[in-house]
């Protein structure tokens, strides 16, 4: 069983008092808190490790170059790839969507068609239309029951011939939506197309083995995970990475360069160009270690505790509107309080040390689908409590008393 006190000593920024109140904690959808295991690999590697990696023969080059590439080693463990180079470091889960994205804009050709869904984040809407103004392709929508599922019957209709690939999220970070990604990936697959999953919000919360998914690609951030920001994965099938046009161009991603003619280097430097977030990257593997050291199935069952007493004590009060509430969710709620605008909610909370999101998630096509400007959402990681819930209870309570 977890030791909450004991995870909880681990975070520093739990620790403190905002506007004279205990802190808490519920905007891990956006970003997770760190613990001090990554603050001090960040800390290390600066204080001893620093310098650019590859190529360098000196000993901080070579120390820096190893812990770099042992982090990609555990990434390629902690999602099962086959191969390390299928492994490829970006700036986050939007930045890996850009790069798909990016590479698609010369494959697809005019008649072909991308599928995505309604409960998209702007970052897996956008690139794809601009993948398709540029390739002459089409955007297909997958629309969203009312509860917050996805409409699967219309999404079977939807996958023809002409589909060339479906990127769609694993969890939605707006309501929560675990989607069907297995059945997703074999339902594409048939059609010959490929899948991409946005994995940011499942990453935390969920095992992931994406040979086993058979997923042709899977993204993720490091920053939801507990690790630093600035740091992403994408995950490739090699043979699909490798007929990839390079996103970026620069020093690392190349093999040798003329003013004639440049060969680019092999995966997974080949879409690494220019010097990465190394301090970032070498202190992701400490974020990696402590999930693992904690298990992925503790820490979902934690958060699973946590929703559901949420809901519970959410659901008694008044004008209490629950928004998405699918049959399969992970660890956040998105409400709105008849009467009250969710922004209003937000800030006198803040004014009580609890922090939560509102507005629209980066996702304004699902606040035009349910009619409404945006939510006030709680979400959930493995340092939260009970009794913080009920704090955040009773200042909602306040809030509305005083918004009366």
Sequence with gaps: MLNGSKIRAQFPTLHQKVNGKDLVYFDNAASSQK?????????????????NIHRGVHYLSQEATDKFENTRKSVQAFINAKNSCEIIFTKGATDSINLVANGYRSILNKGDEIIISEMEHHSNIVPWQMCCELSGATLKVIPILDNGDLDMEAFENLLSEKTKLVSITHISNALGTINPVEEIIRATHKVGAKVMIDGAQAIPHTFVDVQKLDVDYYCFSAHKMYGPTGVGILYGKEILLNKLPPYQSGGEMIKEVSFEKTTYAHLPHKFEAGTPNIAGVVAFKAALDFITDLGIE???????????????????????????????????????????????????????????????????????????????RMSFAIYNTKQEIDNCITAIKKAQTMLA
Excluded: W
């Excluded at 613990?35 to 310098?51: G, M, R, T």
């Design 35 to 51: 613990p001090q295991i990554v603050l001090n690999a960040i800390a290390h590697y600066y204080s001893h490790d620093n310098a």
């Design 298 to 376: 503790n820490i979902a069952k934690h958060e699973e505790d946590l929703l559901q007493y949420a809901i519970g004590e959410l659901s008694k009060i008044s004008g209490m509107q629950f928004i998405g509430q699918a049959k399969k969710r992970a660890a956040l709620v998105s409400f709105n309080i008849e009467g009250l605008h969710a922004y209003d909610i937000g800030v006198l909370l803040d004014k009580m040390g609890i922090a939560i999101r509102t507005g629209h998630h980066c996702t304004q096509p699902i606040m035009n689908h349910y009619k409404i400007p945006g939510t006030a």
